[in-house]
């Protein structure tokens, strides 16, 4: 039997090509969720007594656009995102 490497290849790109889409998707999701955090964290630091370390912390992530976080606080939204992306993909039967 032979192997089909045309097929074989453009199956592997095709799977990249959803791969990339998804990670999209996800960075999409990641930084919605960004957003909402801001909007949150702003609205429950007026109401809290914070200590001044995370206010300064939180201070300096509201004012930082999702694509300019580091990559450790940038997975902390994608963390969010993915969550949102498997309950949406398990209504699909994705």
Not at 16 to 33: G, P, T
Not at 35 to 63: K, T
Not at 70 to 92: F, G, N, P, S
């Amino acid at each position: 039997m032979a192997t089909d490497w045309g097929a074989m290849t453009d199956a592997m790109v095709e799977l990249q090509k959803a791969r990339n889409e998804r990670n999209a998707l996800i960075e999409q999701l990641a930084a919605l969720e960004h957003e909402q955090w801001c909007a949150w964290a702003y609205a429950v630091g007026h109401d809290e007594n914070l200590s001044q370390a995370r206010i300064e912390r939180w201070n300096r992530l509201l004012l930082t656009p999702y694509d300019q976080l580091t990559e450790a606080e940038k997975e902390q939204d994608r963390i969010w995102a993915r969550k949102v992306l498997a309950i949406v993909e398990a209504q699909h039967g994705q």
